[in-house]
């Protein structure tokens, strides 16, 4: 198997080159909007590149739950913030949107879903992430968050590199379906 590295630059080439992006990007967003009804909370990251665009995602919801953006911390550790309107966001590490610390953490519930970033993705939810380790180490203490990863067809593959400290997604969305990822969810 690929390592890491290769495989990032591999799905990075894949998701830059992605036909019809505008239009999937709209498909997995009423996807996800259908699934999330019942939510409280959506933690969810700050689109850029090729990424598929999660800011349509927060403008439907901003009125009817609260939105909350991570900031990446120098010690490893990420931390969300919720905003009342997507113009409490800066420019911040790494060049990507995020919210002012000042603002308030989000109430962790079972009604929570935490939109995982990434470049690829495997039916039974592993992801391969951007290599900072933020996700898993916030995920790993909070279990009963739900996780949905959101991702085009062409970046699901079969196997991953991973990790005893990778956690994985519950649920994937794509322009064409939502896959279960593990059965015990």
């Known amino acids: 198997m690929e390592d890491k590295k290769t495989l ?3 799905f990075s080439e894949i998701r830059k080159n992605i036909p019809q992006k505008t239009e999937k990007d ?3 967003k009423n996807i996800f909007l ?22 349509p995602i927060v403008e439907e919801l901003i009125n009817s739950h609260k939105i909350a953006f991570p900031v990446s911390h120098d010690n490893g550790i ?6 009342r309107t997507p113009d ?11 919210p002012d610390t000042s603002l308030p953490q989000p109430v962790i519930t079972d009604r929570t ?14 992801r391969l992430g951007y290599g ?6 916030f995920l790993e203490k909070y279990p009963q968050i739900i996780k949905t990863a959101l991702a085009y067809e062409e970046l699901i593959t079969e196997n991953l590199p991973v990790t005893s400290y990778d956690v994985r997604a519950d649920y994937i969305v794509t322009p064409e379906r939502t896959v279960l990822c593990h059965a015990e969810k």
Not at 34 to 55: P, Q
């Open 8 to 10: 990032r630059k591999k």
């Open 26 to 28: 709209i498909l997995i």
């Open 34 to 55: 259908e699934n999330s009804v019942n939510a409280d909370t959506i933690l969810i990251y700050a689109s850029f590149g090729s990424e598929i665009s999660t800011f």
């Open 78 to 83: 990420m931390t969300f913030h919720v905003i």
């Open 88 to 98: 409490q966001l800066h420019k911040g590490r790494y060049g990507i949107p995020e």
């Open 113 to 126: 879903i935490c939109v995982l970033p990434g470049l690829a993705f495997t039916l039974n939810g592993y």
């Open 132 to 137: 900072g380790g933020y996700y898993d180490r």
